[in-house]
């Protein structure tokens, strides 16, 4: 025999207590860690994609070799920027959060001081 989750849900629809038992599955928690996964990704390759159209209108505009240089220069240094930003949002999102220390109180009831 399987074991049931209990839910805080008293008195609720057997669909309601079968719904708040699948958000508290390990499942949901990587379906949703997926779809979050999923749209960062999107967005930083439309994002980029963008970057991307910009810099051929930007070329097209360009009159001598330093124009394009410049122009050059400045999309590579956004890209960098942007590849480093992506980064550091994959990362914090693939980076659970540490629970936090109950803060101990000093004796008229405020937080102590370190």
Not at 59 to 81: I, N
Request: proline fraction near 4%; glycine fraction near 4%; aromatic fraction near 6%.
């Amino acid at each position: 025999m399987t074991s049931r989750r209990t839910t805080d849900a008293h008195g609720a629809s057997k669909t309601i207590s079968s719904f708040a038992d699948l958000i508290q599955a390990p499942t949901a928690n990587s379906l949703v860690m997926s779809q979050r996964l999923a749209l960062e990704a999107t967005r930083f390759w439309a994002r980029r994609m963008r970057a991307y159209a910009d810099q051929m209108e930007t070329l097209a505009c360009c009159r001598s070799p330093d124009d394009l240089a410049s122009a050059q220069t400045k999309f590579l240094e956004r890209m960098r920027d942007d590849y480093a930003a992506e980064s550091e949002a994959i990362t914090a999102m693939l980076t659970p959060e540490e629970p936090r220390a109950p803060r101990r109180r000093g004796n008229g009831g405020t937080e102590a001081e370190a």
